[in-house]
């Protein structure tokens, strides 16, 4: 008896200790698991602050059950005794954290659901963003790797134990807090997901705009029910849409140091800017132009409206489409901007310049505008310059530095370098590009309107452009010149110019083609209220997220002041070096 009482205490004891040393070992892995959820995540507090402050309590009871159950499926991820399963939510968690934290590093925003979208939709930048915002991507790279490290390494449970067993029940449990946060993002036309887990968030919200895109399908596009125009008011009609250009960094006064050459040619330009984009994102502004949208109808017109091709066959042009963005492009069809194969049906000439460096992309533009123009009318051209895209030192080559230090000089991203390459760019890809331009290129016969995507935030540690939450209102700053062969057109456009003053957007640019093209006036004005013809009465915005409607009738919209100066000081007083201005193409 007393041995076999001896075998007894010891297997207690021994049970005792193990369970001890279990019990220290998962208090480990939680507080682990929590430290790491502390440093990764943004503004909790200051949701629960200014919940309770206005008293929405119907926001924050849910808001802090989503939180207790990404807590309980974070530590039933970190402690599942299964391997394969285990390693599965590590990767998922982790790379879920890293996006978070590294696209909050960068824009001081959370990651929502039309960051997802406008993410997808520009993946084949990916390379030029991670170059230019490389301090957030290495940081997150390092986020990624610690939490892989912290939901990855043995749990120390047995799938027998009375915790092995808990843990594996609840192996699914990660799920549940990714549906949350899809249903409440969902109910909420797309909103509702600050401060949420970054464990699970852009999961959520990438399987949601995922499943929302599939659903959607492809807008059906009305035809062109107005007559067939008789005598058009341009022959020949070219939108060049550039890349990246703030219209306060373009100057055409007469000497100026900066854009020279462009003052130049001023006098063969009616200036309708500063003016305002249609979107902040580069997609966003060419759907909006190629699809001919109104403000009036925006939801209506921006998914059935004709396109700016369809309207040109039926006035009997012939349609070009110049893209020297092409060079990041990886899909087959070599489409960008929301572009469809049932659009791209509707061009005659299509050109994707790839193969050259980014500075000489823009050179090899003109020379198609210039042979598509020489080969007789009527032709709509709607060119896409290559322009002054970041990483800005790429847009121009080193010889035609005038401003220093630049971003590749200083080893760094000071505002000050920032804007210096920016302004090399601006003088390469605008300044001496419009000077060429206008030596190769027979403009006689043509109207020429000239603009910008969107614009640029000039701030290290803000997004350039495409910010959703807030945007700054420089990301939709942009030039909006008019050049017109026709003199009793170039009076109408002033007198337009005139009424549009402090108000001119990307939406007046449309209605104003479909007049060159010999659409009646009254049929277009009835569409659309405003043109670069006609002026317009309404407050100039640009767009940021869901232009579509995926999650509901209208996108945000953010108000410019084009008469408000915006231009940084360092950029107001930096200052050309005494290099003389290089001409000629790159080399």
């Known amino acids: 008896m007393t041995d076999l009482n001896l075998k007894k205490t010891r297997k207690l004891l ?104 406008s993410l997808w939709n520009a993946r084949h930048e990916a390379g030029r963003a991670a170059e230019f915002y490389t301090t957030p991507l290495a940081l997150s790279v390092l986020v990624l790797i610690a939490g892989f490290i912290v939901f990855a390494v043995p749990s120390g449970l047995g799938r027998g134990g009375r915790w092995g067993r808990l843990m594996t029940r609840l192996a699914l449990l990660p799920i549940l807090p990714v549906a949350l946060i899809g249903g409440v993002v969902y109910a909420k036309a797309g909103g509702g997901s600050q401060s949420l887990p970054a464990q699970f968030t852009p999961v959520a919200l990438s399987t949601l705009a995922g499943a929302k895109i599939a659903l959607q399908g492809t807008p059906q596009r009305a035809g062109v029910i107005w007559p067939k125009p008789k005598v058009p008011l341009a022959r020949n009609i070219v939108l060049l849409v550039d890349q990246s250009i703030r219209a306060d960094y373009l100057d055409l006064t007469p000497g100026n140091p900066h854009t020279p050459n462009l003052a130049n040619l ?41 396109t700016l091709w369809h309207y040109a066959k039926r006035a009997g042009y012939r349609t070009v489409f110049i893209d020297a963005q092409a060079g990041n492009i990886t ?18 000439s299509f050109h994707a310049i790839r193969d050259v460096d980014s500075a000489a992309a823009d050179r090899v533009l003109i020379r198609i505008v210039a042979e598509e123009l020489a080969k ?52 390469w890809s605008v300044d001496l590009f419009m000077k060429e331009l206008f ?35 420089r990301q939709g700053l942009v030039p909006l010149l008019v050049h017109a062969g026709d003199p009793a057109l170039r009076e109408a456009l002033a007198r337009g110019a005139a009424l549009s003053s402090g108000k001119a957007s990307h939406f007046l640019i449309a209605p104003a083609i479909l007049e060159f093209m010999g659409y009646g006036a009254k049929d277009v004005m009835a569409a659309y209220d405003e043109s670069l013809l ?27 002041d084009p008469s408000h100066n915006y231009m940084e000081p360092i950029g107001a007083r930096l200052l050309p070096a005494t290099a003389p201005l290089l001409t000629g193409a790159a080399g």
């Not at 299964?82 to 790379?95: E, G, H, K, N, S």
């Open 266 to 306: 001023s006098g063969d330009f009616v200036d309708f800017g500063p003016a305002v984009s249609g979107g902040n994102c580069s997609n966003c502004s060419n759907a909006i132009l190629r699809f001919a949208a109104a403000r009036r109808d925006f939801a209506g017109s921006i998914n059935s409206s004709p």
């Open 439 to 473: 030596d190769q290129a027979n403009l006689a016969d043509a109207a020429l309107i000239y603009t910008s995507d969107h614009a640029q935030m000039l701030e290290p540690g803000r997004l350039a452009h495409c910010q959703m939450e807030d945007p700054d209102p």
């Open 534 to 560: 006609h002026g317009t009465e309404r407050t100039p915005a640009f767009s940021s997220g869901d232009i579509f409607g995926l999650f509901g009738a209208e996108p945000r919209w953010t108000t410019v």
């Open 14 to 117: 021994v049970r005792d200790a193990a369970g001890t040393a279990s019990s220290w070992h998962i208090a480990a892995r939680v507080g682990l698991v929590i430290a790491f959820v502390a440093l990764t995540n943004f503004g909790f507090w200051q949701r629960v602050d200014l919940l309770v402050d206005t008293n929405r309590w119907s926001t924050l009871l849910p808001f802090l059950a989503i939180w207790a159950v990404a807590l309980m499926a974070l530590i039933a991820a970190a402690l599942h005794p299964r391997t394969p399963v285990r390693l599965l939510w590590a990767a998922i968690i982790a790379f879920s954290t890293a996006a978070a934290w590294g696209y909050h590093r960068a824009s001081q925003s959370d990651l929502g659901v039309f960051d997802i979208l």
């Open 376 to 427: 007789g009318g009527p032709v709509f051209i709607y060119a896409n310059k290559n322009g002054a895209h970041f990483p800005y030192d790429h847009a121009y080559p080193a010889s035609a530095a005038r401003y220093h230090p630049t971003m590749g000089e200083d080893g760094g991203n000071s505002q000050e370098s920032r804007i210096a390459s920016y302004r090399n760019a601006i003088s």
């Open 331 to 348: 899909n087959p069809g070599l489409m960008q901007n929301f572009m469809t194969m049932s659009e791209r049906a509707a061009i005659d």
